[in-house]
């Protein structure tokens, strides 16, 4: 069955993680992605995780940032191993690169260099504030991306401090946005014969993220504020801890609709006929009080019970449960989509890894090759792809290029 990217070539300079995940993504979906790296350490990403212990080598950072991938690895500061990157270009779609501002142009790595070798080349920045203004060149880690866009004051309650949210959710925006970015181009491309640049920041990505906050704020004049949950405006729009202390979450947006019925699944059917919160007006003005007694209704009965209850009312709730993320890997949801898929890993074995979230009917995405060992296909791409014989790999290795 072909890939929607069966066809395209993507030459992946990246490093870390909002970089390498856009790449993935597009390897994903079946593009051939060449990971260069430098000669000497390669993506420090390699060494900042260990699976099994292990230090260096395999982790499931690197792993689950460049699946799909062939390695190359290459002196960069040589004028030979420039040439190599150069011809590889010639020979490709896509360019994607995550490196401080200037750092390209200094390696002859930049976009008008390489245009000049390609034309149609799509040329793909991940960048930490965005290609313009005065914090342009400034670096930036995931983290820092989540304190500019001012989500660590969104997240929580109005009491608490800013908060950091793990799992480097700022580079993985900045990642599928680029992604975005680039298959957007690769069909302006097809339509219109002309290649480009892309941008995608973490500034730009995590601000789209909180995209109906932030609209609020430019066409209302106020932005969403924390709220406390004990103080939630809609209590049937809130979280509830269960007997168990496991929560679950009601999403109600129409609450008048269904609060007759839920006050009587949880048992309290006097709290419809109660005139504090006989509508949704009212129950805002009071919803201390009413959150409180839904409070004391779900810590009764523990969560998988709640869930049954309110599965088999006929009031038609919306609500789930609050995971934790330990939770997810047996979650019926995320294994029925595949969200979580298996993988024979080469020198791992059985792995579970995190899935392909896009669903494609008749050419979906797949998950075929493990991240590659630093430069374990240099030879291999040389020769296949670029027509270098070993007695020029041989001159190559001796003058430190490879």
Same mark, same amino acid.
């Given at each position: 069955?072909?890939? =929607?990217?069966?066809?395209?070539?993507?030459?992946?300079?990246?490093?870390?993680?909002?970089?390498?995940?856009?790449?993935?993504?597009?390897?994903?979906?079946?593009?051939?992605?060449?990971?260069?790296?430098?000669?000497?350490?390669?993506? =420090?990403?390699?060494?900042?995780?260990?699976?099994?212990?292990? /230090?260096?080598?395999?982790?499931?950072?690197?792993?689950?940032?460049?699946?799909?991938?062939?390695?190359?690895?290459?002196?960069?500061?040589?004028?030979?191993?420039?040439?190599?990157?150069?011809?590889?270009?010639?020979? /490709?779609?896509?360019?994607?690169?995550?490196?401080?501002?200037?750092?390209?142009?200094?390696?002859?790595?930049?976009?008008?260099?390489?245009?000049?070798?390609?034309?149609?080349?799509?040329?793909? /920045?991940?960048?930490?504030?965005?290609?313009?203004?005065?914090?342009?060149?400034?670096?930036?880690?995931?983290?820092?991306?989540?304190?500019?866009?001012?989500?660590?004051?969104?997240?929580?309650?109005?009491?608490?401090?800013?908060?950091?949210?793990?799992?480097?959710?700022?580079?993985?925006?900045?990642?599928?946005?680029?992604?975005?970015?680039?298959?957007?181009?690769?069909?302006?491309?097809?339509?219109?014969?002309?290649?480009?640049?892309?941008?995608?920041?973490?500034?730009?990505?995590?601000?789209?993220?909180?995209?109906?906050?932030?609209?609020?704020?430019?066409?209302?004049?106020?932005?969403?504020?924390? /709220?406390?949950?004990?103080?939630?405006?809609?209590?049937?729009?809130?979280?509830?801890?269960?007997?168990?202390?496991?929560?679950?979450?009601?999403?109600?947006?129409?609450?008048?609709?269904?609060?007759?019925?839920?006050?009587?699944?949880?048992?309290?059917?006097?709290?419809?006929?109660?005139?504090?919160?006989?509508?949704?007006?009212?129950?805002? $003005?009071?919803? =201390?009080?009413?959150? $409180?007694?839904?409070?004391?209704?779900?810590?009764?009965?523990?969560?998988?019970?709640?869930?049954?209850?309110?599965?088999?009312?006929?009031?038609?709730?919306?609500?789930?449960?609050?995971?934790?993320?330990?939770?997810?890997?047996?979650?019926?949801?995320?294994?029925?989509?595949?969200?979580?898929?298996?993988?024979?890993?080469?020198?791992?074995?059985?792995?579970?890894?995190?899935?392909?979230?896009?669903?494609?009917?008749?050419?979906?995405?797949?998950?075929?090759?493990?991240? =590659?060992?630093?430069?374990?296909?240099?030879?291999?791409?040389?020769?296949?792809?670029?027509?270098?014989?070993?007695?020029?790999?041989?001159?190559?290795?001796?003058?430190?290029?490879?």
């Amino acid at each position: 069955m072909p890939t =929607p990217l069966e066809g395209i070539r993507v030459l992946d300079w990246t490093i870390w993680q909002q970089g390498p995940v856009c790449s993935t993504m597009l390897g994903d979906m079946g593009a051939e992605v060449i990971k260069i790296e430098e000669l000497e350490s390669g993506d =420090p990403g390699r060494h900042l995780f260990g699976i099994g212990g292990k /230090s260096l080598g395999e982790n499931f950072y690197f792993e689950a940032n460049n699946r799909n991938k062939r390695g190359i690895a290459l002196n960069l500061k040589s004028e030979a191993g420039t040439k190599i990157v150069h011809e590889l270009v010639a020979k /490709s779609d896509v360019f994607v690169q995550n490196f401080r501002k200037g750092v390209a142009g200094r390696l002859g790595l930049d976009y008008e260099t390489l245009k000049k070798i390609n034309p149609k080349l799509i040329y793909a /920045s991940a960048t930490g504030y965005g290609p313009e203004g005065p914090d342009s060149g400034e670096p930036s880690f995931d983290h820092l991306g989540i304190a500019r866009s001012g989500i660590m004051n969104a997240a929580g309650e109005p009491d608490m401090p800013p908060l950091g949210i793990a799992g480097g959710i700022a580079d993985q925006m900045g990642a599928v946005m680029l992604a975005y970015g680039v298959m957007a181009a690769i069909v302006a491309r097809e339509r219109h014969g002309v290649g480009q640049q892309v941008d995608a920041s973490h500034l730009g990505s995590m601000a789209w993220l909180q995209g109906l906050s932030v609209s609020c704020l430019l066409m209302a004049g106020f932005a969403f504020p924390r /709220s406390f949950r004990a103080e939630a405006g809609n209590p049937l729009w809130n979280h509830y801890r269960c007997a168990d202390d496991k929560w679950l979450a009601l999403a109600m947006l129409q609450p008048d609709r269904y609060w007759a019925d839920l006050a009587r699944a949880v048992g309290r059917p006097e709290l419809a006929e109660d005139e504090r919160f006989k509508d949704a007006q009212t129950r805002g $003005a009071n919803a =201390p009080a009413c959150v $409180a007694l839904l409070d004391e209704a779900f810590a009764t009965k523990p969560r998988d019970e709640w869930m049954q209850i309110l599965r088999d009312d006929a009031g038609d709730f919306i609500f789930t449960v609050v995971n934790e993320v330990t939770d997810l890997k047996d979650d019926p949801q995320m294994l029925a989509n595949d969200y979580i898929a298996d993988f024979d890993h080469p020198e791992h074995g059985a792995m579970k890894m995190l899935g392909i979230p896009v669903g494609l009917s008749e050419t979906p995405g797949s998950i075929r090759n493990s991240a =590659p060992q630093h430069g374990q296909h240099t030879e291999e791409i040389l020769i296949d792809l670029l027509g270098y014989d070993w007695e020029a790999i041989g001159k190559l290795r001796e003058d430190g290029v490879l």
